[in-house]
Protein backbone atom coordinates (compact mmCIF):
# COMPACT_ATOMS: atom_id res chain seq x y z
CA UNK A 1 0.00 0.00 0.00
CA UNK A 2 1.33 3.28 -1.21
CA UNK A 3 0.80 6.07 1.75
CA UNK A 4 -0.37 9.29 -0.03
CA UNK A 5 -1.81 11.30 2.63
CA UNK A 6 -1.55 11.38 6.41
CA UNK A 7 -3.60 13.68 8.20
CA UNK A 8 -4.83 14.59 11.94
CA UNK A 9 -8.91 14.47 12.43
CA UNK A 10 -9.99 14.81 15.96
CA UNK A 11 -8.84 13.74 19.61
CA UNK A 12 -11.70 12.29 21.36
CA UNK A 13 -12.40 11.01 24.77
CA UNK A 14 -15.07 8.74 24.19
CA UNK A 15 -17.08 6.57 21.43
CA UNK A 16 -19.53 9.01 20.85
CA UNK A 17 -17.72 11.13 19.72
CA UNK A 18 -15.98 9.24 17.21
CA UNK A 19 -16.01 10.21 13.53
CA UNK A 20 -18.87 8.82 11.39
CA UNK A 21 -18.28 4.81 11.01
CA UNK A 22 -18.19 5.00 7.08
CA UNK A 23 -14.36 3.93 6.61
CA UNK A 24 -12.31 1.19 7.86
CA UNK A 25 -10.53 1.77 10.85
CA UNK A 26 -8.05 0.48 12.71
CA UNK A 27 -6.71 0.83 16.67
CA UNK A 28 -3.29 0.66 17.49
CA UNK A 29 -2.79 0.04 21.36
CA UNK A 30 0.08 -1.22 23.74
CA UNK A 31 1.62 -0.33 27.17
CA UNK A 32 3.16 2.91 27.53
CA UNK A 33 6.43 2.91 26.04
CA UNK A 34 6.34 0.16 23.65
CA UNK A 35 6.57 2.36 20.56
CA UNK A 36 3.54 3.16 19.56
CA UNK A 37 3.91 6.47 18.56
CA UNK A 38 7.24 5.14 16.71
CA UNK A 39 5.54 2.84 14.36
CA UNK A 40 3.00 4.71 13.54
CA UNK A 41 5.06 7.46 12.21
CA UNK A 42 6.99 4.76 10.14
CA UNK A 43 3.89 3.09 8.74
CA UNK A 44 2.49 6.36 7.26
CA UNK A 45 6.16 7.34 6.48
CA UNK A 46 5.66 10.62 9.04
CA UNK A 47 8.53 12.09 11.13
CA UNK A 48 5.80 13.52 13.53
CA UNK A 49 2.16 12.58 13.03
CA UNK A 50 2.12 10.78 16.42
CA UNK A 51 3.66 12.66 19.20
CA UNK A 52 6.46 10.13 20.73
CA UNK A 53 7.47 10.94 23.98
CA UNK A 54 10.08 9.35 26.70
CA UNK A 55 7.00 9.74 29.57
CA UNK A 56 4.86 6.95 29.72
CA UNK A 57 1.27 7.66 29.57
CA UNK A 58 1.60 10.40 26.97
CA UNK A 59 -1.69 9.59 24.55
CA UNK A 60 -4.55 10.55 26.91
CA UNK A 61 -7.14 10.57 24.05
CA UNK A 62 -8.36 8.58 21.11
CA UNK A 63 -6.76 10.20 18.50
CA UNK A 64 -7.67 9.71 14.84
CA UNK A 65 -5.64 10.11 11.82
CA UNK A 66 -7.01 9.74 8.08
CA UNK A 67 -4.76 8.15 5.83
CA UNK A 68 -5.25 7.80 1.76
CA UNK A 69 -8.23 9.73 2.41
CA UNK A 70 -9.62 6.45 2.63
CA UNK A 71 -9.10 4.90 5.88
CA UNK A 72 -8.66 5.33 9.83
CA UNK A 73 -5.45 4.73 11.93
CA UNK A 74 -6.42 5.09 15.76
CA UNK A 75 -4.35 5.83 18.09
CA UNK A 76 -5.47 4.65 21.53
CA UNK A 77 -3.86 5.51 25.29
CA UNK A 78 -1.58 3.41 26.37
CA UNK A 79 -2.33 0.46 28.79
CA UNK A 80 -0.88 0.07 32.00
CA UNK A 81 1.31 2.40 33.98
CA UNK A 82 0.80 6.14 33.32
CA UNK A 83 1.67 9.35 35.65
CA UNK A 84 -2.09 10.20 36.24
CA UNK A 85 -4.15 9.11 38.79
CA UNK A 86 -6.29 5.72 39.64
CA UNK A 87 -9.38 7.28 38.76
CA UNK A 88 -7.79 8.24 35.58
CA UNK A 89 -6.83 5.30 34.16
CA UNK A 90 -9.80 3.09 35.44
CA UNK A 91 -12.00 6.40 32.85
CA UNK A 92 -9.43 5.37 30.34
CA UNK A 93 -10.29 1.55 31.08
CA UNK A 94 -13.79 2.30 30.18
CA UNK A 95 -13.59 4.75 27.50
CA UNK A 96 -11.46 2.17 25.40
CA UNK A 97 -13.91 -0.13 26.56
CA UNK A 98 -16.57 1.12 24.67
CA UNK A 99 -14.85 2.01 21.88
CA UNK A 100 -13.85 -0.80 21.31
CA UNK A 101 -17.44 -2.80 21.48
CA UNK A 102 -19.04 -0.65 19.64
CA UNK A 103 -17.01 0.83 16.62
CA UNK A 104 -18.79 -1.04 13.89
CA UNK A 105 -16.12 -0.65 11.25
CA UNK A 106 -13.56 -1.32 13.45
CA UNK A 107 -12.31 -4.06 11.70
CA UNK A 108 -9.38 -5.09 14.10
CA UNK A 109 -6.91 -4.28 16.72
CA UNK A 110 -2.87 -4.16 16.69
CA UNK A 111 -2.01 -5.11 19.85
CA UNK A 112 1.80 -3.69 20.64
CA UNK A 113 4.35 -5.80 22.61
CA UNK A 114 8.09 -5.37 23.55
CA UNK A 115 9.55 -8.46 21.98
CA UNK A 116 12.33 -7.85 24.42
CA UNK A 117 9.93 -8.59 27.41
CA UNK A 118 8.16 -11.95 28.80
CA UNK A 119 4.70 -12.45 28.55
CA UNK A 120 2.65 -9.29 30.40
CA UNK A 121 0.20 -9.70 33.02
CA UNK A 122 -1.59 -6.40 31.08
CA UNK A 123 -0.83 -7.59 27.66
CA UNK A 124 -2.32 -11.45 28.55
CA UNK A 125 -5.58 -9.96 29.96
CA UNK A 126 -6.30 -8.04 27.48
CA UNK A 127 -6.08 -10.52 25.02
CA UNK A 128 -8.44 -12.28 26.87
CA UNK A 129 -10.38 -9.49 26.96
CA UNK A 130 -10.88 -9.35 23.58
CA UNK A 131 -11.56 -12.76 23.20
CA UNK A 132 -14.36 -12.37 25.69
CA UNK A 133 -15.65 -9.81 23.38
CA UNK A 134 -15.41 -11.73 19.96
CA UNK A 135 -12.98 -8.78 18.97
CA UNK A 136 -10.31 -9.43 16.22
CA UNK A 137 -7.08 -8.19 17.03
CA UNK A 138 -3.65 -8.96 15.51
CA UNK A 139 -0.04 -8.79 17.14
CA UNK A 140 2.71 -6.63 16.91
CA UNK A 141 6.63 -7.37 18.45
CA UNK A 142 8.19 -3.97 18.44
CA UNK A 143 11.68 -2.91 18.73
CA UNK A 144 13.03 -6.03 16.89
CA UNK A 145 16.41 -3.74 16.10
CA UNK A 146 17.14 -4.11 19.82
CA UNK A 147 17.72 -8.07 19.62
CA UNK A 148 20.13 -10.32 17.61
CA UNK A 149 18.18 -12.57 15.05
CA UNK A 150 18.74 -15.93 17.52
CA UNK A 151 17.41 -14.00 20.65
CA UNK A 152 14.47 -12.46 18.74
CA UNK A 153 13.32 -16.19 17.35
CA UNK A 154 14.06 -17.80 20.92
CA UNK A 155 11.51 -14.72 22.17
CA UNK A 156 8.84 -15.08 19.59
CA UNK A 157 9.34 -18.65 19.61
CA UNK A 158 8.77 -18.77 23.61
CA UNK A 159 5.96 -16.03 23.27
CA UNK A 160 3.96 -17.92 21.13
CA UNK A 161 4.19 -21.32 23.05
CA UNK A 162 3.39 -19.64 26.09
CA UNK A 163 -0.08 -18.03 24.30
CA UNK A 164 -0.75 -21.88 22.83
CA UNK A 165 -0.56 -22.93 26.64
CA UNK A 166 -4.59 -21.53 26.52
CA UNK A 167 -4.88 -20.46 22.87
CA UNK A 168 -5.98 -23.02 20.15
CA UNK A 169 -4.35 -21.17 17.55
CA UNK A 170 -2.87 -16.96 17.28
CA UNK A 171 -3.83 -14.09 16.21
CA UNK A 172 -1.75 -12.41 12.86
CA UNK A 173 1.99 -11.81 14.39
CA UNK A 174 3.75 -8.87 11.92
CA UNK A 175 7.36 -7.79 13.34
CA UNK A 176 8.51 -4.77 13.67
CA UNK A 177 10.95 -1.57 13.97
CA UNK A 178 9.90 1.97 13.70
CA UNK A 179 13.69 3.03 13.96
CA UNK A 180 14.84 0.47 10.45
CA UNK A 181 11.34 0.62 9.29
CA UNK A 182 10.87 -2.87 9.75
CA UNK A 183 7.37 -4.89 9.53
CA UNK A 184 5.82 -1.35 7.25
CA UNK A 185 5.09 -3.51 4.29
CA UNK A 186 3.74 -5.99 5.45
CA UNK A 187 1.53 -4.36 8.39
CA UNK A 188 0.01 -2.26 5.63
CA UNK A 189 -0.55 -5.19 2.73
CA UNK A 190 -2.76 -6.81 5.34
CA UNK A 191 -4.32 -3.24 5.90
CA UNK A 192 -5.17 -3.15 2.36
CA UNK A 193 -6.62 -6.54 1.73
CA UNK A 194 -8.61 -6.31 5.38
CA UNK A 195 -10.04 -2.58 3.63
CA UNK A 196 -11.88 -4.92 1.22
CA UNK A 197 -14.53 -6.03 3.85
CA UNK A 198 -16.00 -2.43 3.55
CA UNK A 199 -15.69 -1.94 -0.19
Not at 2 to 22: G, L, N
Not at 42 to 67: C, E, H, W
Not at 77 to 83: M, V
Amino acid sequence: MRIDTAQFVKSVADAAQCPAPDKPEYAFIGRSNVGKSSLINMLVDRKSLAKTSSTPGKTKLINYFIINDAWYLVDLPGLGFAKVSKRQREAWQIHIAEYLRTRKNLLTSFLLIDCRLTPQAIDIEFMEWMAAHALPFEIVFTKIDKLNSRQLIKNIQNYKDFLLRSWQELPNIFLSSGKKKQGRDDILHFIAETNKIMS
